[in-house]
T-cell receptor, first 111, second 113 residues
């Protein structure tokens, strides 16, 4: 099956700086890549996603890039704010039956 | 819409006991999923369902059973609970293939002692 690796496991940035989280996947058939934000005590919530026919997608301060050849995708958060502090997960799927998740990145934004 | 709801929020079981985790969605989604999240780890898929009456195994199905008699409900059954099943369990739903992503419930924190 698919294997998704996520780095770094923890990331600490100063408020206003940018944060980048990277994921690699193993199955070239994967074609949908969502990113989730999980706040303490809550379920994951989708923040942005990208399909394999697109190289980049942006939504305000959040962007995702996809390199299909290298089989990796990244989450970029600009102008970070304290409320961005949370655990972020990447995931991959090729048929929407099974989603494979990365191990998570704990982002800490220092005011 | 309430989205995806899960009950109970917390539960402590003794080794060998059984229980059912309840999950209900009101978005008329075809696909439903059960995940477990161990401390500091990502989510692992236990079972999923692509519609009423259809279920299939995920990555870590051992020790669990599911049923899907209606579109709305997808209960997860633990038989003979073991300490290794101590985890946070999340239910999710989605429209399915070609559709949008998953919407998660708030989770059930289960401890087996």
């Amino acid at each position: 099956g698919e294997n998704v690796e996520q780095h770094p496991s923890t990331l600490s940035v100063q408020e206003g700086d940018s944060a980048v989280i990277k994921c690699t996947y193993s199955d070239s058939a994967s074609n949908y890549f969502p990113w989730y934000k999980q706040e303490l005590g809550k379920g994951p919530q989708l923040i942005i996603d990208i399909r394999s026919n697109v190289g980049e997608k942006k939504d305000q301060r959040i962007a995702v890039t996809l390199n299909k050849t290298a089989k990796h995708f990244s989450l970029h958060i600009t102008e970070t704010q304290p409320e961005d502090s949370a655990v972020y997960f990447c995931a991959a799927t090729y048929n929407f039956n099974k989603f494979y998740f990365g191990s998570g990145t704990k982002l800490n934004v220092k005011p | 819409n309430a989205g995806v709801t899960q009950t109970p929020k917390f539960r402590i079981l003794k080794i060998g006991q059984s229980m059912t985790l309840q999950c209900t969605q009101d978005m008329n989604h075809n696909y439903m999923y059960w995940y477990r999240q161990d401390p500091g780890m990502g989510l692992k898929l236990i079972y999923y369902s692509v519609g009423a009456g259809i279920t299939d195994k995920g990555e870590v199905p051992n020790g669990y059973n599911v049923s899907r008699s209606t579109t709305e409900d997808f209960p997860l059954r633990l038989e003979l609970a073991a300490p290794s099943q101590t985890s946070v369990y999340f239910c999710a739903s989605s429209r399915g293939q070609g559709g949008d992503t998953q919407y998660f419930g708030p989770g059930t924190r289960l401890t087996v002692l």
